[in-house]
């Protein structure tokens, strides 16, 4: 069963938060900054991040919950 609107909502909202708090110091900028780019080798995903948690869809959930 696909979460709901308001899961989907809060989900955003929790992840929103949590870059916005962790971003509000030059500490926390440059560790999440270094953090994306040692993981993926760039900047892209850190820019595009919450863009592409904001795409995310309940049918998007249900399928990767479906196949673990």
């Given at each position: 069963?696909?979460?709901?609107?308001?899961?989907?909502?809060?989900?955003?909202?929790?992840?929103?938060?949590?870059?916005?708090?962790?971003?509000?110091?030059?500490?926390?900028?440059?560790?999440?900054?270094?953090?994306?780019?040692?993981?993926?080798?760039?900047?892209?995903?850190?820019?595009?991040?919450l863009d592409t948690v904001n795409a995310v869809?309940?049918?998007?959930?249900?399928?990767?919950?479906?196949?673990?």
């Open positions: 069963c696909p979460p709901s609107a308001d899961e989907i909502a809060k989900a955003r909202r929790i992840i929103t938060s949590d870059i916005c708090y962790s971003t509000e110091t030059n500490t926390g900028q440059s560790g999440l900054v270094g953090y994306y780019y040692t993981l993926t080798g760039g900047m892209d995903y850190y820019e595009k991040y869809t309940a049918g998007d959930v249900a399928a990767v919950a479906g196949r673990y």
